[in-house]
C-alpha cells in the first residue's frame, strides 16, 4: 500500500463521496498538496480502510475523496506485544515510532524498578498520550491501516499476568552471565500471541526476572551486543516478524 494514509474516525458513516477536513484535510491540502487523480487511503486504524480517489482540493483543509472500495485487513497471527520499560527523554517516543514502523501489534508502557524515568500523575498522562499520538504518526506514516495498541502503564504485577497469558514469553536479557537463549533459535508459534520484554537501560532486576520466569517467560539474548532499550525492541520485533513470517 503506497498511497497516502489518513484517520478517519468512522469510517462506516462515510458515502461514497467523502470530505475530508480539520487537521488530516489540512495535511493532505496544504502539506502533501493532493491533486484530483491521485489516490488516498482512509482508515479508522482498526484495520478497516477505504481506497479513494481525490475529487478536489478546496481551501486550505478540505480534500474531497471518492470511495471505490472499502476492505478491512485481518488481524495478524502471530500477535505480537512489546513491554517497553520507559527510557529517558524522547527515546520513548522513538521506540514507539520504530516499533510502529516494523509492525508491532501492541506496546505497554512499563514502570520497570530501575527505570530513571517516572510516570506519575498529569506528566504521566502526558507522556502516555505522547506515546499514543507517536503510534498514531508513525502507523499513518508506513501506510499500516490497522495501528499498534499503546496500552495504559503496567506494573510489573501486571506484565508477569500478561507473559503469563502468552503463547510465547521472553525477556530480551543483557546479564551473559545469566542463562539465556538466543531470540533467533526460539521455537515460536505459529499463532496466537507473543510478548516481548525490553528492560531499562539499567537491565531487567533479578526480581523481575523470578517472577517473570515464574510466569513461563524466558530470557533471551539478541546477540553479542548490548542494544539501548529505544532500539532493543524494534530489532527484536523484526526478528519476530521474519521468522514467524508475517514479513514473507
Given at each position: 500500500m503506497t498511497a497516502p494514509v489518513f484517520v478517519v474516525d468512522q469510517l462506516d458513516?462515510?458515502?461514497?463521496e467523502f470530505v475530508l477536513d480539520g487537521p488530516e484535510g489540512r495535511h493532505a491540502v496544504s502539506v502533501k498538496r493532493l491533486?484530483?487523480?491521485?489516490?488516498?487511503?482512509?482508515?479508522?486504524?482498526?484495520?478497516?480502510?477505504?481506497?479513494?480517489?481525490?475529487?478536489?482540493?478546496?481551501?486550505?483543509?478540505?480534500?474531497?475523496?471518492r470511495m471505490?472500495?472499502?476492505s478491512e485487513e485481518p488481524a495478524p497471527s502471530p500477535r505480537i506485544t512489546v513491554v517497553q520499560a520507559l527510557p529517558k527523554g524522547d527515546r520513548g517516543e522513538l521506540a514507539v515510532e520504530t516499533m510502529t514502523e516494523?509492525?508491532?501489534?501492541?506496546?505497554?508502557?512499563?514502570?520497570?524498578a530501575r527505570?530513571?524515568?517516572?510516570?506519575?500523575?498529569?506528566?504521566?498522562?502526558?507522556?502516555?498520550?505522547?506515546?499514543?499520538?507517536?503510534?498514531?504518526?508513525?502507523g499513518k506514516q508506513s501506510r499500516r491501516v490497522r495501528f499498534p495498541e499503546v496500552a495504559d502503564a503496567a506494573t510489573t504485577k501486571q506484565v508477569a499476568a500478561l507473559l503469563a497469558r502468552a503463547d510465547f514469553a521472553a525477556v530480551l536479557h543483557s546479564d551473559f552471565e545469566h542463562e539465556s537463549a538466543p531470540l533467533a533459535t526460539a521455537e515460536l508459534p505459529a499463532?496466537?500471541?507473543i510478548v516481548l520484554v525490553v528492560g531499562p537501560e539499567g537491565g531487567v532486576s533479578r526480581d523481575e526476572l523470578a517472577l517473570f520466569e515464574e510466569a513461563g517467560a524466558r530470557a533471551h539474548?539478541?546477540?553479542?551486543?548490548?542494544?539501548?532499550?529505544?532500539?532493543?525492541?524494534?530489532?527484536?520485533?523484526?526478528?519476530l516478524l521474519?521468522?514467524?513470517?508475517?514479513?514473507?
Amino acid at each position: 500500500m503506497t498511497a497516502p494514509v489518513f484517520v478517519v474516525d468512522q469510517l462506516d458513516a462515510a458515502g461514497p463521496e467523502f470530505v475530508l477536513d480539520g487537521p488530516e484535510g489540512r495535511h493532505a491540502v496544504s502539506v502533501k498538496r493532493l491533486q484530483p487523480g491521485e489516490e488516498v487511503v482512509l482508515t479508522d486504524g482498526a484495520g478497516r480502510y477505504a481506497v479513494c480517489d481525490v475529487i478536489a482540493a478546496e481551501g486550505k483543509d478540505r480534500l474531497v475523496v471518492r470511495m471505490t472500495s472499502v476492505s478491512e485487513e485481518p488481524a495478524p497471527s502471530p500477535r505480537i506485544t512489546v513491554v517497553q520499560a520507559l527510557p529517558k527523554g524522547d527515546r520513548g517516543e522513538l521506540a514507539v515510532e520504530t516499533m510502529t514502523e516494523v509492525g508491532v501489534d501492541a506496546i505497554v508502557p512499563w514502570q520497570a524498578a530501575r527505570c530513571i524515568t517516572q510516570w506519575k500523575g498529569d506528566r504521566g498522562l502526558k507522556a502516555l498520550g505522547k506515546w499514543r499520538a507517536t503510534a498514531r504518526e508513525a502507523g499513518k506514516q508506513s501506510r499500516r491501516v490497522r495501528f499498534p495498541e499503546v496500552a495504559d502503564a503496567a506494573t510489573t504485577k501486571q506484565v508477569a499476568a500478561l507473559l503469563a497469558r502468552a503463547d510465547f514469553a521472553a525477556v530480551l536479557h543483557s546479564d551473559f552471565e545469566h542463562e539465556s537463549a538466543p531470540l533467533a533459535t526460539a521455537e515460536l508459534p505459529a499463532e496466537g500471541e507473543i510478548v516481548l520484554v525490553v528492560g531499562p537501560e539499567g537491565g531487567v532486576s533479578r526480581d523481575e526476572l523470578a517472577l517473570f520466569e515464574e510466569a513461563g517467560a524466558r530470557a533471551h539474548v539478541l546477540g553479542p551486543s548490548v542494544l539501548r532499550t529505544s532500539t532493543a525492541g524494534t530489532a527484536a520485533a523484526a526478528l519476530l516478524l521474519g521468522r514467524t513470517g508475517r514479513w514473507s
